[in-house]
């Protein structure tokens, strides 16, 4: 059974840095593509990063390039996401997904649970 | 990369038939068949319903639906039933390599 359980989130102060983490279990980590999903209050779902199996390559929101980076440890199998230079629009719930192959352009097949990320002073 | 357009809500009643849809451009909805539609019951994990397109998942029910024509993507929900009152999420694969999400169709089963 595939599982997903993020972990890291909670209160920030605006222009900090924060780590999630995604625990991955059922399936072989290292030859699917990952993504984290955000979901700010009352808003939709915004895709934030992605990485192909086995982490050659990495793909970001416009919103977060060069503020985020996503990677995985397959001996782990957990993803990561570390988030900088954080502002109240980086508030939201964020989710990791599990894509259903290799590429970022096979669609989120399982989700996680979700971590709340709050950016406030 | 602009959201892709959802209608903010729907409603219909159990049993009946309803369809959400979804506009993009020729960079994200137009450009690929990489259309997915989400399921997100509030407080629960959201849940593939559709990929490419019109493919579902193994468990999901065939009363859900999807197609696509030129920008604009649909999804229909045939025999509503009161558990399928839920936000509904269209996505695209996009030209710079990157996904959109449509801002969600809340469903309401009246």
């Known amino acids: 059974e595939v599982q997903l359980l993020e972990s890291g989130g909670g209160l920030v102060q605006p222009g900090g840095s924060l780590t999630l983490s995604c625990a991955a279990s059922g399936f072989n980590f290292g030859v699917y593509a990952m993504s984290w999903v955000r979901q700010a209050p009352g808003k939709g779902l915004e895709w934030v990063a992605g990485i192909t199996g086995g982490g050659s390559h990495t793909y970001y929101a416009e919103s977060v390039k060069g503020r985020f980076t996503i990677s995985g440890d397959t001996s782990k199998n957990t993803l990561y996401l570390h988030m900088s230079r954080l502002s109240a629009e980086d508030t939201a719930v964020y989710y990791c997904?599990?894509?259903?192959?290799?590429?970022?352009?096979?669609?989120?097949?399982?989700w996680g649970q979700g971590t709340l990320v709050t950016v406030s002073s | 990369q602009s959201a892709l357009t959802q209608p903010a809500s729907v409603s219909g009643s159990p049993g009946q038939s309803i369809t959400i849809s979804c506009s993009g451009t020729d960079s994200d909805v137009g450009a690929y068949d990489y259309v997915s539609w989400y399921q997100h019951h509030p407080g629960r994990a959201p849940k593939l319903l559709i990929s490419e397109v019109n493919k579902r998942p193994s468990g999901v029910p065939d009363r859900f639906s999807g197609s696509k024509s030129g920008n604009s993507a649909s999804l229909t929900i045939s025999g509503l039933h009161s558990d399928d009152e839920a936000v509904y999420h269209c996505s695209a694969y996009t030209t710079s390599t990157t996904v959109v999400f449509g801002g969600g169709t809340l469903l309401t089963v009246l």
């Open positions: 997904a599990k894509q259903a192959g290799l590429l970022t352009l096979f669609p989120l097949h399982f």
